[in-house]
C-alpha cells in the first residue's frame, strides 16, 4: 500500500483526509505541523506528501524547501484561497501540483494517482543530446556523466519534450500529457517545472541548449 504523508494543521481537515484517502486505498501518515511532518518523513519514508501551505511554525513553503533539499519526493500542496502568490511560491519551493481548498477526497485522489503515474517507462532507449543522456527506461538522467535527480514531473516533462525533438508542445499539451489536467489546467505548473528542469540542467538563460521557449505557444527541446 503507498504510503501518503498529510501534513495539515486543521484537525477535523487532517481527519477527514485521512479517513477519506484510507478508503481511497492510501496508508496515510497524518501530522499536524512543519516539525512532525518533517520528523515523520525522515522516519517513514512516505511516497508522496500532501502539504498544507498555511502551517504554524514552520510554513509549508519552509517545509516544501527542506523536503526538495533531501529528498524528489512528488509533493501535492493544499492552498486554502488559490490566490498567486501562494501557488507561485509553493511551485517555485518544488511542489508538483496543488488542490485548493476546501479538498474534495475525490479530486486529491485523482491528482495523487496522476502525480505517481508520471515515472513511467518509455520503451524507445536512450535519448542524448549535447552532453544529456535521457535513459527511458530506466527513468535515468545524466548530463556530461554526471547523474540529475528529478522529481517525477520533471522527468515525465522531460520524456514528454524529448520525445519529439524540434517539436513545439503548447502548455495546455503539455499539462493534459504531464499533469492530466485537460484544458483547465494552470500553466503556472508548466511554467515553473521548466525553470526548475532548466535549473537541474544548468540551462543559460538566454541561450538555453535543452529546453528552448517559443514566445506565444510554449516550449520545445533540443535542436531547432
Known sequence: MTSVLLIE????????????????????????????????FEQEA?????????LPGIDGLEVCRRLRERSQVPIIMLTARGEDL??????EAGADDYVVKPVQPAVLDARI???LRRSVSDPEGVRS????????EALTVTLKGEPVSLTPTELRLLLTLSRAPARVFTREQLLEDVWEHGYLGDSRLVDNAVMR????LGENHNRPEYIQTVRGFGYRFGPV
Not at 528542469?197 to 537541474?200: F, M, Y
Request: aromatic fraction near 2%.
Open 9 to 40: 494543521d486543521d484537525s477535523l481537515v487532517r481527519r477527514s483526509l485521512e479517513l477519506a484517502l484510507g478508503r481511497h486505498g492510501w496508508a496515510v501518515l497524518p501530522a499536524q505541523n512543519g516539525e512532525e511532518g518533517l520528523t515523520l
Open 46 to 54: 512516505p511516497e508522496l506528501v500532501v502539504l498544507d501551505l498555511m
Open 86 to 91: 501562494d501557488v507561485v511560491g509553493g511551485l
Open 113 to 115: 494517482r496522476a502525480v
Open 129 to 136: 543530446h549535447k552532453g544529456l543522456r535521457i535513459d527511458t
Open 197 to 200: 528542469l532548466r535549473a537541474k
